[in-house]
């Protein structure tokens, strides 16, 4: 699959490079050895995903892939006292 358009950088290259590196990689290493979010940076994502060792299941990064954003979780109730009332 294609990871970087502007540049061509498919996963399998990203993989590559991530396994025969001896050092821990940045997402600078990318960008420098293969291009990876060089140009229009819709790429960082995925290629971060990668560089971070997610899931090797297309489907479990559906998220990194599309560019989605998951539904934030709706704030818990917080329950307050009444404030007292003088009467």
């Known amino acids: ?3 970087c358009i502007c540049k061509s950088v498919r996963e399998r290259d990203i993989r590559e490079l991530i396994d ?5 990689l940045r997402m600078r290493d990318l960008r420098d050895r ?3 979010s060089s140009e229009c940076g819709k790429c960082a994502r995925r290629a ?3 560089l971070k060792g997610c899931s090797r299941d297309p489907a479990a990064n559906v998220l ?3 560019g989605g954003r ?5 704030p818990e109730k917080v329950s ?3 404030p ?3 009467l």
């Open 1 to 3: 699959m294609i990871v």
């Open 34 to 36: 293969l291009g990876v």
């Open 84 to 86: 007292a009332v003088a």
């Open 48 to 50: 971060n995903c990668l």
């Open 70 to 74: 998951s539904t934030p979780a709706p």
């Open 80 to 82: 307050r006292p009444e």
């Open 64 to 66: 990194q892939v599309s």
């Open 20 to 24: 025969s590196s001896q050092e821990g």
